[in-house]
Each structure stands twice: as structure tokens, then as C-alpha cells.
């Protein structure tokens, strides 16, 4: 069974950081790009961030660069987002996706996450 579990959201103020993890199994995760999105109430689904898994490559939205870092430990077969700096705005839901391809080369991912919340009070 395809599993991605997201953990690590929660409720911090500006200017915080948090750590979001996603463990992934039930498919050869070596062999996807992994990535994290967010959806705040009322706004559409955004993709802020990917890892490729051919070099390790990573991706980030304009909005989030310079303060998120996405990392991959293949060992644990996991994904990390690390979220420092946190604003309002980044208040969302916050899911990572596996896409059966080794770069990040689409917005079509194959599997998705439930989900964690992450608030940042101003």
C-alpha cells in the first residue's frame, strides 16, 4: 500500500520555524521526485517546493525561497521541509506528493499525503 505521511505542522509565531516530514512507503521512493504543497482556506492548491531524486536537485516557489529548504534522506525514505521565518501568510495545509519520474517535470503527481496543518500568528 502507497503511504505518504506528512507530520511535524503546527501553531508557531512569526518568525518561527517548523520542520515538516514526510515519510513515504509502498512504492521505490529512490525512483520518484517528491514535493510540497500547501492550501490556504479559500485559495488554490500551490506547489512551493520539490527534491528530484536523479541529483538532488531541489525547486522552490518565489514566495518561499530563501526560507524553506526541502531535503530528501533516502535512508529513512523521507522528505524534509524546513521552514524558518515563518509569516502569516504561510498559514496552509500542507501535503507532499511522490511523482513517478526522477526530476521534477510535472505538476501530475501520482500519490498524495492527508495533510498537516501549519498557523503562524502574527
Known amino acids: 500500500e502507497v503511504q505518504l505521511v506528512e507530520s511535524g505542522g503546527g501553531l508557531v509565531q512569526a518568525g518561527g520555524s517548523l520542520r515538516l516530514s514526510c515519510a513515504a512507503s509502498?512504492?521505490?521512493?529512490?525512483?520518484?521526485?517528491i514535493g510540497w504543497f500547501r492550501q490556504a482556506p479559500g485559495k488554490e492548491r500551490e506547489g512551493i517546493s520539490c527534491?528530484?531524486?536523479?541529483?538532488?536537485?531541489?525547486y522552490y516557489v518565489d514566495s518561499v525561497k530563501g526560507r524553506f529548504t526541502i531535503s530528501s534522506d533516502n535512508a529513512k525514505n523521507t522528505v524534509y521541509l524546513q521552514m524558518n521565518s515563518l509569516k502569516p501568510e504561510d498559514t496552509a495545509v500542507y501535503y507532499c506528493a511522490a511523482l513517478d519520474d526522477y526530476d521534477c517535470s510535472s505538476d501530475e503527481y501520482d500519490y498524495w499525503g492527508q495533510g498537516t496543518q501549519v498557523t503562524v500568528s502574527s
Open positions: 527534491i528530484s531524486s536523479s541529483d538532488g536537485s531541489t
Open positions: 509502498g512504492f521505490a521512493f529512490d525512483d520518484y521526485a
